[in-house]
């Protein structure tokens, strides 16, 4: 099993990052059903917890290794990751707590319950959810698609940037 390193992302690095690439993929799909959406919901929540344990184990992750990652090539770089930290943190933990405060029941992951909800409807936690989880949601798709530009546009000019996460 490979270490990050100065060069490449080690093995535990690039598991964490191509697996939430996929579910990200899938929470995408899930949030363009329109009116088929009902019937995807308690898949779009399950996979959406799943995605706010590895968004932890990769932030946990991320900084034990600080040292020992790829630098980053300027401040551009270091300023849109950060948001996308934020962003990944940020969408799931407004989705959560709007679930507890909808007083709508636990929420089950594929069927198991891990997390009760409010027996009363919180009408802020609602709010929230409702205001910004969707809209936070767009802005993190629309940053990640900068993100997969920029890293093919580097790779074409010679700077070899998707070597680091896929080898």
């Known amino acids: 099993m490979r270490s990050d390193n100065s060069q490449v992302y080690g093995t535990i690095s690039r598991t964490l990052h191509w697996t ?6 899938f929470m995408l799909y899930t949030g363009l059903q329109g009116e088929a959406f009902r019937e995807w919901l308690p ?9 706010m344990l590895l968004i932890v184990i990769r932030v946990i992750w991320a900084i034990i290794n600080r ?8 401040i ?33 992951v594929f069927g198991v319950k891990v997390m009760e909800g409010s027996t009363e409807k919180i009408e802020w936690a609602v709010s929230l959810g409702n205001n910004f989880h969707g809209e936070l949601a767009w802005g993190l798709f629309v940053l990640s698609a900068g993100h997969i530009v920029m890293a ?9 940037i998707l070597n680091r996460m896929a080898h």
């Open 152 to 160: 093919i546009y580097h790779q074409i000019k010679g700077k070899k």
């Open 43 to 51: 898949y779009h929540k399950s996979v959406g917890a799943i995605l």
């Open 76 to 108: 551009f770089v270091t300023l849109g990751h950060f948001a996308l930290y934020v962003l990944m943190l940020a969408v799931p933990t407004i989705a959560l707590i709007r679930q507890y405060g909808a007083a709508r029941g636990p929420l089950e």
């Open 20 to 25: 939430m690439a996929i579910c990200f993929g």
């Open 67 to 74: 040292n020992n990652r790829p630098a980053p090539d300027n």
